[in-house]
């Protein structure tokens, strides 16, 4: 089994896992995969090395956008609110917000200021308010027609809540919320013009750990990738966290080690290093 590239940074262990965020990190610039790209993690696969994708995306875009690379089995989705699985074109597991939560999260946020918007991600579809409409329909997470035009009832399982504020972004806008937050639901940034809010403690490390656990894998065998705050919690759960250069600033601080951009496949490039040393 392949070793770290730089045995130096850590205990010399075999790399059994590798999780990887999509955009910003294993995808370039136009949202998807090169064949330099694919065809290290197609060797990485080979060499025995599992390759999940860990991503803020729905299964609705994560999919296709994989489909070249054919040998990624596994994507948590949503941050962690949901594990799809490739193959069989189903949603194995789903870690939903409770729905008194979800509630109250409406009626909390509304109460800061009327012209908050929202999204929402259930077992039962999409939807999002009318001032999301333009944000939605950029996003091929959501489409061009809501599935679902009312908001979440608490028969529904919503596994995300996207927020948008028409003068307020990304952190600003997560640092505006936290503290008024009627729950501790978790709350994260990836470079888009809202934030996404899943359940509590829920995030792409919870979701990588309980397929760990299913697999036997130990934690300090898994690499994590990624680029932005939603994740952290991954970079930093991961026995090696690797940020990528055109990273956050909290990626990066949370990371082992900071690679290049994913303009340059610094992936792939980390996984042939990863690869040769073998």
Request: charged share 25%; hydrophobic share 40%; glycine share 6%.
């Amino acid at each position: 089994m392949a070793k770290f590239p730089d045995d130096s940074m850590i205990e010399e262990r075999p790399v059994r896992l590798i999780a990887s965020d999509l955009d910003g990190t294993l995808f370039g610039p136009e949202h998807s995969l090169t064949q330099r790209t694919i065809a290290a993690v197609q060797a990485a696969v080979g060499a025995g090395i599992h390759v999940i994708a860990a991503t803020g995306r729905s299964s609705t875009s994560t999919v296709p956008r994989l489909a070249p690379v054919e040998v990624i089995d596994t994507a948590v989705c949503s941050n962690g609110s949901l594990i799809h699985d490739l193959p069989t074109g189903t949603t194995t597991d789903r870690f939903p917000i409770n729905p008194e939560m979800v509630k109250r999260l409406f009626a909390s946020i509304s109460k800061i200021d009327d012209r908050f918007a929202f999204c929402w991600e259930t077992d039962r579809g999409n939807g999002w308010d009318d001032a999301f409409n333009d944000i939605a329909f950029a996003h091929e997470d959501l489409g061009e027609e809501r599935s679902l035009e009312r908001r979440p009832t608490l028969s529904d399982r919503t596994t995300k809540i996207m927020v948008h504020h028409p003068e307020i972004e990304d952190e600003k806008l997560r640092d505006l919320l936290v503290p008024r937050m009627v729950d501790p639901l978790t709350v994260s940034t990836s470079g888009v013009q809202f934030v996404e809010i899943t359940g509590v403690g829920i995030n792409k490390a919870t979701a990588v750990a309980e397929l760990c656990s299913r697999w036997e894998i130990d934690q300090r065998d898994v690499v994590a990738l990624g680029d932005n705050h939603n994740d952290v919690a991954l970079l930093e759960w991961a026995g090696l966290g690797i940020a990528m250069g055109n990273g956050s600033r909290l990626a990066c601080s949370a990371a082992d080690i900071v690679i290049g951009t994913n303009a340059d496949d610094s992936v792939a490039q980390w996984i042939e290093a990863l690869l040769s040393s073998s």
